[in-house]
């Protein structure tokens, strides 16, 4: 009986040293990559529109984590099948009060939103998908990227109707209605969202 609980006891050390060996390979790897997308400095700026002739409003989120994977030895390993969240706190469209009514009347009205998360996904040299995770849905978006001297970046424009976002958007276009209104008297706020984002190893 002893025997068999010393061989127990050796066999579960065993596997706790290769399951610990594993993690302490992936921290080296990402600490010696020669590029590392946590150590990068990340842009992610999107614009929506408001009203009929589609006015674009600025904005960006200035936190991003690298959950999973985001360092290699080039640009486009580092990019390859990153996975991220992003803060919706970290919200900034330069209008403290603009910020407040997104962040309340249009994620606030979805769920589990408190982030955003997804992963990229590299197809050729210029193309890619970001699968995004947002109001528990998950979809893809399709984008376009170039890598020029160090610098990742991507662009693509997502529907907000995609992640069943529709009733948030009209959320945010009431307790906006007098600013989404143009000159034609219509309020309109665009389900359509551009994405730039750059990453500068």
């Given amino acids: 009986m002893k025997k068999l609980l010393l061989l127990l006891t050796m ?35 999107f614009t929506a529109y408001k009203f009929t002739e589609k006015k674009g409003v600025g904005g960006a989120f200035r936190q991003v984590k690298i959950t999973s994977g985001g360092a290699g030895n080039s640009i486009k390993e580092a990019i390859n099948n990153a996975e991220f969240s992003i803060p919706i706190s970290s919200l900034f469209t330069k209008n403290s009060g603009r910020d407040y009514k997104i962040q309340k009347f249009f994620f606030g009205m979805m769920k589990n939103t408190k982030l955003l998360s997804g992963k990229l996904q590299l197809e050729s040299d210029t193309t890619g998908k970001a699968t995004i995770v947002m109001n528990g849905v998950t979809n893809t978006v399709p984008f376009s990227y170039t890598i020029v001297d160090n610098t990742f970046a991507m662009s693509a424009t997502m529907d907000v109707s995609n992640w069943n976002a529709l009733d948030a958007l009209a959320s945010l276009n009431k307790v906006c209605e007098t600013l989404h209104t143009g000159a034609d008297g219509v309020s309109k706020t665009w389900s359509e969202v551009a994405l730039n984002i750059t990453s500068k190893f």
Avoid: R, Y
């Fill in 11 to 45: 066999v579960s050390v065993g596997f706790t040293s290769c399951k610990s060996d594993k993690k302490n390979d992936k921290a080296l790897e990402k600490e010696t990559a020669a590029f590392s997308l946590e150590k990068a400095e990340n842009e992610i700026n």
